[in-house]
């Protein structure tokens, strides 16, 4: 666990955060649709791979009464939502040129994470890796088995030419990462780390924490918005899949965990969560 290093930077990595409330009744709802009331066990009956195919290349369109069906039938297994991100290009409402740059919050952040990690020799995957930033960071702090996922094609050569030391050490596949988590094997990946709404905007349909626990080998790294996108009970969920939570920055009136800062004027919502397998594997 971390030392008196760490806490010291624990404290300056809160002391400007701060969240409006835990949710609202509605989030509260929306929580528990998306924990208990859905119905994996149709992804691979739905989703198949001429689905994904048809988001990579970019021709897929889904019509307004299709989007309303959608909503009626919440349960129902969809990748829609990854048309935004797969579309991703300079000039775009997603450009790969928004996710390079890198504040002394994020160096702070992942500076934590390695010190949480401790093994420099221990493989990491950046699910959602986009231009490579966060992995960048991971090598400064000694870690080079570097693996990333990324849906957006145009990501890829934005990390080529931002940090090409990392480009060329760094495993990358591009593709959905629901279908890259499906195809990857059982505790491949040492470390599996997510930042932003890569897995918050996962329909809830598709079992992301499961599958995220499933090919890591040791721990499964979150910084998230715990209430946002499609909300859900994270930590139950990984406590299902055998993941208990070892470590949690979570912001003002959150849940069990949350740190206060009565000082702060600022609206920060995101969350850092580490879990790690209860069960350690051979």
Known sequence: MPGDEVRSLVAKLISDRTLSSFGSWTVFGRKVVNTFCQLPFLWPWVIRDIDYARIMSGTTKISFLKRVALKVVWFWPRIIEANLWVKGAKGAR?????????????????????????DRSQSILDVGCNSGRHLYLFQKL??????????MGAAFETFRTRFPDTYRVATLHHGL?????????TCHYDVVFTWGATIETVH??????RELSRVSRNIVVCVINEHDHHPRFWTYQFAKAG???IFAIRPLGDEANAVTDTDSKSAYTTSLLVYKRAKQVD
Request: net charge negative.
């Open 204 to 209: 809830p349909s598709f079992p992301i924490v």
């Open 177 to 185: 990462w629901q279908q890259l988590l499906k195809e990857s094997p």
């Open 94 to 118: 997603k450009d790969p040129s928004h996710f390079v740059q890198i504040d002394q919050s994020t160096t702070d952040t992942i500076r934590l994470i390695g010190e949480i990690i401790g």
């Open 142 to 151: 000694g870690f080079d088995r570097l693996h990333g996922f990324e849906a």
């Open 243 to 245: 993941f208990d939570l």
